[in-house]
């Protein structure tokens, strides 16, 4: 109702003492009262009512005065207005019925009025709350609000699989609960926002309270909105739902490239997983989230390890392992794997088919990998991998099941990245197959086409079915120390013969019950670009290498005394004209070169076809050599001197000896050695005699 009240009679009167020409405009009323209340739905006694006068206004834009009061009031109610001269007055009805209630607005000149009737029902009366159902696809954005304050009250019901292609979002305290066999989906374009609050939880759960008794709340959909802060998802997981390999309370699909963000939040009494994640999609985690009382906790991609938080907390679930599917890890930014620390159970990762790392990848001390059958990780030539334990809490990639032979395949790199390194690990149960782009089985391979480079420190590798650690010919083991071969069935290191150097820096190492307890030397050229000489260390407690391939030394060469090399039959050791040999032994460190097997005659023996006055065999042994007429020499020998290319050696205090042909063997007048040869040597058990001259 609105009332404007002028003096008409005055305003008369003015008229007529006025002449035409004496004409003034008479102002008019700008005020504009507008009243409303800011309570929505049914308002009931002992409810405060909040009235807003603020949308009046002067058109005029002049100021006015604001003047609330009662124009009615159900019989015996006392209840007063406050700040009745503000635009936002209260009061609290304190009887049911209706109020009528007047604003009125002024100024010196006019003043305009707005009326409000309110009705307030009886508290005592509200009306009856009940269970919302959804039984329909949210097509439209759509809020879901608490219904009732009792968290044991159902305040929503789903009772049939259920597509969200909208946003959806929830308040805290929301109970949800699902029908039997049913489940929830995220869509693309849809989004799933719950928000959070201290200590309050958004709870999806089954109408009955049975492990696997609805399916669970599948993401589907990619929008970075879709968010689950603090809720609980419990009682899922009974069946494999829509999109997914497995069942799971709360699943990422990856057809939509499902992502989420999943944060403080507790998963539990599932029948099968807590959360499964499929390759493709992606997981994202804050602060900690709690695993619990379910059949299975979590099955993601590798690539979506470094997502699980270290602060997660698994408490008794029936099988305390996360299963880690091989996929690609691919990033903008290294991914960091860490071990669970918060964690009362101890759990196991279980790496399933092949990891390919084609960015950084990095592994804090204590995890520890269960690697199923056949399982690999294969760094890449764009990746890297850094794994660094330490001696109180190592990594360790353990085979799943210890068997004879090797269960999973190994670690193969690719990346010429020096960033690549091995440090306080343990490798177990390794070298089942041969990896890709390499030749061998092994529990580290390092490819050769690619340059591939890795610093190994303070590490174990045990019971390969293969090698221990494959070098390839043009890889480089940049730095190894301290590394215990135990029980590997292959050689415990295999290399190029231009790789040997770099056990110079190698203080100790640990070879026990290996195929061969040492370092095998593959069919390779020795070969310094910038003609700089080479050492090759002796390896101590027993240790020998063993050359399975025909060396050709192409630059210069110097062993050390101790060292000790087995020849694989019918090879042969070759220092050819751009090279040269330096053994140089001791009385009681001797340099022995002698065959795989002790059998007269078993290897081809050493060939000089170098004139180097540098060359020198002195403290040495040449055993069981003598196989078959040695190449350029045209004679059976030990060791042959090329005549075509003017070979020179220096022989003494040596011993030469086993041979199927002759101990030294001259091809022509064209070389030479040092005169004493025949008298400073001890030559036995040769079949063709000591020496062949010329």
């Given at each position: ?169 929830m308040d805290p305290n929301v109970v949800?609960?699902f029908e039997e066999n049913t489940a ?145 890890i691919s990033t903008t930014r290294e ?360």
């Open positions: 109702m609105k009332t404007k009240f002028i003096t008409l009679s005055i305003i008369f009167l003015m008229l007529l003492g006025c002449s035409d020409d004496d004409y003034t405009e008479i102002p008019s009323n700008t005020l504009e009262a507008d009243a409303y209340t800011e309570n929505q739905g049914d308002i009931y006694a002992g409810q405060a009512v909040i009235l807003n006068g603020s949308k009046s206004l002067d058109k005029a834009g002049k100021p006015f005065q604001y003047l609330w009061r009662f124009k009615a009031k159900p019989g015996g109610s006392l209840s007063e207005l406050t700040e009745e001269t503000t635009a936002k007055p209260k009061f609290t009805p304190d009887k049911a019925g209706n109020y009528s209630v007047e604003l009125k607005i002024f100024n010196t000149e006019f003043y305009d009025t707005d009326e409000l009737a309110i009705a307030v029902k009886d508290v005592e009366t509200p009306p009856v709350q009940e269970t919302i159902i959804i039984s329909e696809n949210i097509t439209a954005r759509r809020h879901l609000a608490n219904v009732f304050d009792d968290p044991n009250k159902i305040d929503y019901l789903v009772t049939g699989d259920i597509h969200v292609t909208d946003l959806l979002t949800i609960a929830m989906y995220i869509d693309n374009p849809g989004a799933i926002i719950t928000t959070a609050a201290a200590s309050s939880f958004t709870t999806f759960t089954g109408k009955n309270k049975v492990p696997g008794y609805w399916k669970g709340l599948i993401i589907n959909s990619n929008s970075p909105l879709n968010k689950l802060d603090r809720v609980t998802i419990e009682y899922a997981g009974g069946a494999i739902a829509q999109g997914m390999e497995v069942a799971t309370s709360l699943g990422l699909d990856n057809e939509g490239r499902g992502h989420l963000t999943l944060v403080s939040s507790i998963i539990q009494y599932s029948a099968a997983y807590s959360v499964a994640i499929e390759v493709g999609a992606t997981w994202n985690t804050e602060s900690y989230n709690v695993y619990r009382n379910n059949n299975k906790t979590l099955q993601l991609p590798a690539s979506q390890l470094g997502s699980l938080s270290s602060l997660s907390e698994f408490q008794n679930n029936a099988e305390n392992i996360i299963d880690v599917i091989g996929d690609r991914t960091v794997w860490s071990d669970l620390y918060n964690s009362s159970e101890n759990m196991q990762y279980v790496v399933k088919g092949t990891i390919e790392v084609i960015s950084g990848l990095r592994i804090l001390e204590g995890l520890e990998l269960y690697m199923d059958k056949d399982s690999e990780i294969n760094v890449t030539q764009k990746g890297y991998i850094i794994a660094l334990g330490s001696s109180q809490y190592p990594i360790k990639f353990i085979s799943k099941e210890s068997v004879d032979g090797g269960y999973w395949k190994g670690i193969s790199i690719m990346s010429a990245d020096m960033k690549n390194e091995l440090d306080n690990v343990e490798i177990h149960n390794a070298g089942s197959e041969i990896m890709d782009g390499l030749q061998f089985k092994t529990a580290i391979g390092l490819a050769g086409a690619h340059g591939a480079k890795l610093k190994l420190f303070s590490s174990k590798i045990v019971a390969s079915g293969g090698h221990g650690i494959y070098v390839e010919n043009g890889a480089d083991l940049v730095r190894i120390d301290q590394i215990r071969f135990h029980e590997n069935q292959g050689p415990a290191i295999s290399m190029a013969a231009n790789q040997v150097k770099t056990l110079n820096n190698a203080t100790a190492m640990e070879f026990i019950d290996n195929g061969h307890n040492g370092v095998e030397i593959f069919g390779s050229q020795l070969l310094n670009p910038d003609k700089s000489e080479t050492v090759w260390p002796a390896l101590h407690f027993g240790a020998s290498y063993l050359v399975s391939g025909n060396l050709s030394v192409q630059s210069g060469l110097k062993i050390l005394p101790g060292a000790i090399f087995k020849f694989a039959e019918d090879k042969m050791f070759g220092v050819f004209p751009n090279g040269y040999l330096i053994a140089q032994g001791t009385a009681n460190n001797k340099i022995v070169f002698t065959g795989a097997s002790a059998i007269k005659g078993f290897w081809n023996g050493i060939r000089i076809q170098s004139t180097s006055a540098l060359n020198l065999m002195d403290h040495t042994e040449v055993l069981y050599a003598g196989k078959t007429e040695m190449p350029g020499v045209s004679k059976i020998a030990s060791i042959g001197l090329d005549g075509d290319y003017w070979a020179n050696l220096t022989i003494k205090n040596s011993k030469i000896a086993h041979g199927h042909g002759y101990g030294i063997a001259f091809e022509n007048r064209n070389t030479s050695m040092n005169s004493d040869y025949n008298m400073v040597n001890l030559f036995e058990d040769l079949t063709l005699g000591n020496v062949s001259l010329p």
